[in-house]
């Protein structure tokens, strides 16, 4: 059984993939991602402080924050102004999860820094692209760190990336837009690092249960996706060199 996707991308195509580093001016870190139409712009800002329970650990913190502009889906979206929607809080622990997985703590110091992903358009994978998006912000600013001396060696670890991976009518499928997500009957997130690691993997059936032997070409289809994916923020950071 075949799925004619609506972009006519093969079936382990990644969308059309940019990665726009130092795209605001005042972040220590920032980067535009743009996966298909989904635009992300995603910041980093570095803190001489950390939460109350490193403090005096000589040790520091990533944390992420995500929000969605009202007009970046099909329909108006309200700001979450007085709380935070359970799914944007599951986000942001997401995020956060996924970049304190690229980063030397104690090489970073006692200091906090925190990725901002704003989201000005939403077609599906925005979780994911904010992970991507988010980690060229935060190298960005850790450079910024070293460059002024401010810690002695680089805190970073390794690239961390994550793509979405889905199955529709019997057919495995690489980055879904927010139709294709629509209409999976298995969807999954799946984030790794530039040495191969996962980090977190997400999967749900929304019809049908899947079975192992499908679970493991999902994985498959996703880590060829992230090394594609790691290859293009490696080009957007060896721009600023």
Known sequence: ??????????????????????????????????????????????????????????????????????????????????????????????????????????????????IDCDVIMADGGTRCAAITGGFVALAIACNRLLKSQTIKESPIISEVAAVSVGIIKGCLLLDLCYEEDSAAEVDMNVVCTGKGDFVEVQGTAELQPFNIEQMNQMIKLAQKGISELIEIQRLSLAKLQ
């Open 1 to 114: 059984m075949s799925y004619k996707r609506s972009d006519n991308r093969a079936f382990d195509e990644l969308r059309k993939t940019k990665i726009t580093p130092n795209v605001l001016p005042y972040a220590e870190g920032s980067a535009l991602i743009e996966m298909g139409r989904t635009k992300i712009i995603c910041t980093a800002t570095v803190e001489e402080k950390v939460p109350p329970f490193l403090r005096g650990t000589g040790t520091g913190w990533i944390t992420a924050e995500y929000a969605m502009l009202p007009r970046a889906t099909q329909t108006r979206t309200q700001r979450e102004i007085q709380r935070l929607s359970g799914r944007t809080q599951e986000v942001q622990r997401l995020i956060g999860r996924s970049l304190r997985a690229a980063v030397d703590f104690a090489k970073l110091g006692e200091r906090q820094i925190t």
